[in-house]
């Protein structure tokens, strides 16, 4: 079975991790998989897809231009290099994962007889939209995967699109083993206070106005409480300092900036952990590194969220209003046999069913599946 997976991203965006991850399992198991990507442009030097292909050893091809921005020359010219390139390497499934690389896919194949088939990977937080055109689009698909049941759903729903051919597979995560180190003195936390973690990137849609107004109600009742915030974005100003000063809580948020070689580090500090809003490849890539650090978690009943988070057991599952997470926030936070039992749960939860192994094998049975019932 060869399998083309194609990434018009260079960008180390939400989706890009899973989709590399997949690449790289179902390799293990014994598919030829290549990861098509755009290149990246000379003077990005930060966190790339193609340095993690490359860190990860993963089979790729970058000879097409994968282009997402106005670019006619370059649709034009992927529009038949998609096509040549899978004749010539006898590729089965085409594997799409953004907008752009699924439309050019589908446009390249338009009118060739016995083409690869065409897997569209839903990574969208609420869904791909339904129209016109996304519905004929997905008239000339052979399946469509996501890591959300509910996703799965609406696009059944939307697109009258055959159950037979949808998967839903566990989202993966890499358990991380390694040696942390203790951060509170960067922060200047002392052994008293308690740590609310939040990671992903600070834009409006977010949630972060709801956690901040009920940070604010929790900060009034317990005193040793701080609120660590780790993520960046440009909209920073709108979505996070003009609450802070409105809400006065300046002294006891601290901004984190972005982590990496200490990401983990951060993550091991948090005495729990909010989020209200997944980013907009909606699988909750932080959410799920927390929980696999036995950490418990608040989540809102928003996307994918409850199904990562099982209330009452690994965390809470709420409405996203401020009353009802400060609510929540205070009884975890006051309760540290709780937090621990929650924890506990969290992490088990995540060794158990966000595997990579065990997400790479429903693929590899589910391409079999497409191709032994295609026309």
């Known amino acids: 079975m060869r399998v083309l997976h194609l990434f018009s991203d260079w960008k180390w965006t939400g989706p890009a991790e899973p989709t590399l991850s997949i690449c790289e399992h179902l390799t293990d198991l014994g598919i030829d998989v290549t990861l098509a990507y755009r290149k990246t442009p000379e003077e990005f030097k930060e966190r790339t897809v193609e340095k993690e292909i490359k860190k990860r050893n993963i089979k790729s091809y970058d000879g097409f231009r994968l282009n ?10 992927d529009l038949r290099a998609i096509n040549e390139y899978a004749k010539r390497n006898n590729v089965d499934i085409v594997h799409t994962h953004l907008s752009h690389d699924y439309l050019t896919t589908v446009f390249s194949f338009l009118l060739r007889k016995n ?16 129209n016109t055109f996304m519905s004929w689009a997905i008239s000339h698909t052979d399946g469509i995967v996501s890591y959300s049941k509910k996703i799965i759903e ?5 697109f009258s699109f055959p159950v037979e051919r949808t998967c839903v597979v566990p989202p993966g995560v890499s358990i991380h083993s390694g040696q942390v180190k203790d951060m509170r003195g960067e922060f200047n936390l002392n052994e008293r206070e308690l740590v609310i973690g939040v990671i992903g990137r600070l834009k409006p849609d977010r949630g972060y106005d709801v ?7 929790v900060r009034e009742k317990i005193k040793h409480v701080k609120l660590v915030i780790v993520g960046r974005s440009s909209q920073i100003e709108k979505s996070i300092n003009e609450p802070l000063a409105a809400l006065g809580l300046k002294d006891d948020v601290i901004l984190a900036g972005y982590r990496v070689d200490d990401y983990f580090s951060m993550i091991a ?9 997944a980013g907009s490849d909606g699988s909750a890539r932080a959410l799920r590194e927390v929980m696999a650090m036995g950490k418990p978690a608040i989540v809102s009943d928003m996307g994918m969220l409850p199904e990562l988070v099982e209330d009452g057991g690994t965390g809470f599952v709420v409405r996203p209003e401020e009353h009802m997470l400060a609510e929540k926030i205070m009884a975890l936070l006051s309760d540290e046999g709780m937090r621990k039992t929650f924890g506990i749960k969290a992490r088990e939860l995540a060794i158990e069913k966000w595997s990579y192994n065990k997400q790479a094998k429903m693929m590899a049975e589910f391409y079999q599946k497409l ?3 295609r026309p």
């Open 68 to 77: 997402r921005y106005f670019s006619p020359k370059d649709w034009i010219y």
């Open 115 to 130: 083409r690869p088939l065409i897997v569209r990977s839903d990574h969208k937080r609420d869904g791909m939209p339904v």
């Open 154 to 158: 609406q696009d059944i729903k939307g």
């Open 211 to 217: 956690i901040l107004k009920a940070f604010s109600q």
């Open 269 to 277: 500090m948090f005495d729990l952990f909010i989020m209200m809003r």
């Open 371 to 373: 191709l032994i019932s």
